[in-house]
C-alpha cells in the first residue's frame, strides 16, 4: 500500500531520520510530512480538505472542476483547498496539469503529551 503520514516532528527529528537512512541505506517505506505544530497540521488538513482528499483517492487524476463536482462544492473553494494541498505536497500535478492524490491511503500522526 501506497501510505502518506502526515505527523508533527520538529525539524530535528526529520533530519535525525533522513541521516539515519542515508547511513543505513534504508529509508522509509511511506512518503512523509511533517508538520512542525499540530496547528500547523489542522491548518492545512482542514475538514473540507479531508472531505476532498476522502473524493480524490484512488480516483486518479482528474480537474479541479471535475474534483468539485465530484465532492459537490463551489469550483473556487476547491482550488483554493486543491492550492494548499498542493503546496504541502499531498497532492500532485500531472504532465497533463491534472491534480492527483498519488496516494491509497492518509495515516495522521501527533502525540499529546503532558507539559
Known amino acids: 500500500m501506497n501510505t502518506v ?9 526529520t533530519l535525525a531520520d533522513a541521516a539515519h537512512a542515508m547511513r543505513t ?25 479531508w472531505e476532498l482528499l476522502k473524493v480524490m483517492c484512488r480516483a486518479g487524476p482528474m480537474s479541479i472542476r471535475e474534483a468539485a463536482r465530484k465532492a459537490g462544492r463551489d ?11 498542493l503546496d504541502a505536497g499531498v497532492l500532485s500535478r500531472t504532465p497533463e496539469g491534472k491534480v492527483e492524490f498519488p496516494f491509497d ?7 499529546l503529551q503532558a507539559a
Open 25 to 49: 541505506g534504508r529509508g522509509e517505506r511511506e512518503a512523509r510530512i511533517a508538520f512542525a505544530t499540530p496547528e500547523l497540521l489542522w491548518q492545512v488538513l482542514t475538514a473540507k480538505r
Open 105 to 111: 491511503a492518509v495515516r495522521v500522526e501527533f502525540l
Open 5 to 13: 503520514v502526515l505527523e508533527v516532528r520538529s525539524l530535528a527529528q
Open 75 to 85: 469550483v473556487k473553494a476547491v482550488h483554493s483547498d486543491i492550492t494548499a494541498l
